[in-house]
Each structure stands twice: as structure tokens, then as C-alpha cells.
């Protein structure tokens, strides 16, 4: 079996790189899907957004399978490095959320750049995101957009798992603390010790894991607002709020409720709002399904996850990877993995197309 692809270097020409899978001399060929990279569509829209805005932006957005991760970090700096120090700046963020220590050295990295930043929020900024939000001055909020509580959850090796889909669950912090409290409250009805029926479901680990990641999104979330709060006791107030206040982890924090909290919100006026969804539909074309089936048990998978963007430099990951499904395990194993993160940077007049290579 063999399939056929565009190299990321090759991507403007109409050369086919044809690569062997599984059996050489099978005479099927599969042409893999590759999704589309419409960095001059993006930048034209970036460039009337900072029309709008009166300075500069920059966007770190991902599709709802990409996440805040600590590779990001060295894309952003890169994009920093294009754009230099600013006096102003806004960040069009758009995210599901991801990992809370990167959030606090995103954050960091901003502010090293530039001491007054506006976050732009038009759609969801979950999670690690609201934490990345948090770290700016002023955040922007329009009719479609929220935030959400921070609260832990965990996937740790030792967590339960989902028998049909033979897999490690997640585990909330808050959900095993609902646990524990509806049994203290019902005393008269159990007796003993409720962890000794808990730990019967979840390994001790997992809940000291748990205690630990909610200390640590506390933490973070404090040091994330001093940057611009000086009251110690409000970053704490604000901080355990978002983490212990909420029935869900995806709980939707409105504009309104973000006031409420303490949070300093303002209204995303039409124009800014509607150029800023024009600027996350090109995204989400870019990063469409772009998945190559084989057979019932092989596919190849090329999307595109997050995106970095600023006024003449893109970044962006993408997967480039085969998945195989093993049947008597019951999982899907990964081969030939060459997934990467790929910038595109304007040269004076001239368009380049490189590799970026992270560690």
C-alpha cells in the first residue's frame, strides 16, 4: 500500500513525495488529505484588526484537539523576536485550556515584552487560557465569548479506566471532593472512614496527585494576577474562586460574571468582535479534519493544532503521523511520526518556509 503527500518545503509546487505503508507491492495509493495554510488570508485580517485596535496583536489560537503546551513558549518567542518590544499590545486568544505551568511562563514571556496587554476574547478561553487571560490588564469579551473555573483534573497512570474504551480517565478534584463531602453530610447514614470506600475506585496517588495539582493551579493563578494586582488577598480571593466556586470544570464565565468576580472586563465593540471571528474562520479551515484512512485500522493524520500569528510571521504545529489500531490491546499505537511546528515569515517582499525546530 502506498500513499502520496506534499512536503511542507514543496507546498507551493506540485511535486508528490510517494511513500511505501505497509505492503510494498500492493498497487493502492492513497494521496493524503493536507489541509490548507492561508497565511495571506490571515494576514490581511490581522493587519485590519490592528487597524481597528491602533497597535499591534498577536494570536495564539488552537483547535478544540490542540492545548496550551510548554512548546508554545518557544513559538511565542519567536513571534516576539519578529515583533519586537511593544508599548501596547493586544493577544487574540482562543483555546480549550491545557497545561496551567506553561500558562504562568506564557504569561511571563508577554510581560517581558510589554508591560500593557489587552487579551481578546471572542469565542472560548477555558481552562489553562483563562489563567493566560488573567495575566492581562484588561480583557475583552464579546456575546459568544466565556472563561471557565480552573479547577484540577488529572489522567495519571493510575487512574481508573474506561473499560470500553480501554483507556486512563480523568479524575476532578472536585468531583472526588463532592464525594467526601455529601458523605460527611450523611453521616447517620455511613459509618467509617470515606476514603477507605473511595480508595476502593481511585489509588491513593491519584488523590494526592489531585491535592498537589490543586495547590499548584492556586499557586499559579496567584502569581498570574500579581502581575498586575497589587492586593495579595484579592489575587487570593480571585484565585480560589475560580478553582473551588463552580459545579464544573467547563462552567461558562460570561463577561458579566467575570466583572462579578473581580476581573477587569470590557465589552468587545462589533467591529473589533465580527473582524476577530473572520480572523477565527480562516483558522478553523486551516485546521480542519484532515485525516487518511487506510483501512478499518490505519489512518494517516494531518492537522493542523495551534497557531501563533503576528504581522508577518506565522507558526504553527501540525501532526504528520500514522495511527494503527491494535486490535487485541485495543488501542491505537502511532508510527512514522514527523509532526512538527512550521513557521512562515515575511523576508522584506519575500515569503519563507521553514521547519522550527523545538526540543
Known sequence: MKFSKKSFADASENTEETMDINNENSSNTFKIKEP??????????????????GHK???????????VCQNDIIALYEIFKKMG??????????????????????????RSYCSNVNVLI???????????????????????????????????????????????IRVSQDELQRIITLWENRAHEHHGNPYAEVFKYIHPLVIGALDRSSSLSIKVCKEILSY??????????????????YPSHGYPITAREASRIGLNVTMLDDELNNALL??????????????????????HDNEILNILEAEGIQIYYQNDKDWNYIKEERRYQILNDESSWRKIQMQGSKKTKSILHIG
Open 85 to 110: 518590544r511593544q508599548e501596547k499590545i493586544s493577544i487574540f486568544i482562543k483555546s480549550n485550556g491545557g497545561d496551567v505551568e506553561a500558562a504562568l511562563r506564557i504569561v511571563n514571556l508577554i
Open 122 to 168: 471572542p469565542l472560548e478561553c477555558a481552562s489553562a487560557a483563562t489563567m493566560i487571560a488573567m495575566g492581562a490588564s484588561e480583557i475583552f469579551m464579546g456575546p459568544l465569548s466565556h472563561l471557565t473555573a480552573i479547577d484540577s483534573s488529572i489522567r495519571h497512570d493510575l487512574s481508573p479506566i474506561d473499560e470500553r474504551e480501554n483507556r486512563r
Open 228 to 245: 498586575h494586582l497589587t492586593e495579595e488577598s484579592e489575587c487570593d480571593r480571585i484565585s480560589k474562586h475560580l478553582n473551588s466556586e
Open 36 to 53: 490548507p495554510v492561508l497565511f495571506d488570508k490571515t494576514q490581511k485580517l490581522v493587519q485590519k484588526t490592528e487597524n481597528i485596535l
Open 278 to 299: 473572520e480572523l477565527n474562520q480562516i483558522y478553523s479551515e486551516m485546521a480542519q479534519r484532515a485525516l487518511t484512512d487506510y483501512d478499518e485500522y490505519n489512518y
Open 57 to 67: 496583536m498577536l494570536v495564539y489560537w488552537m483547535s478544540h484537539r490542540g492545548s
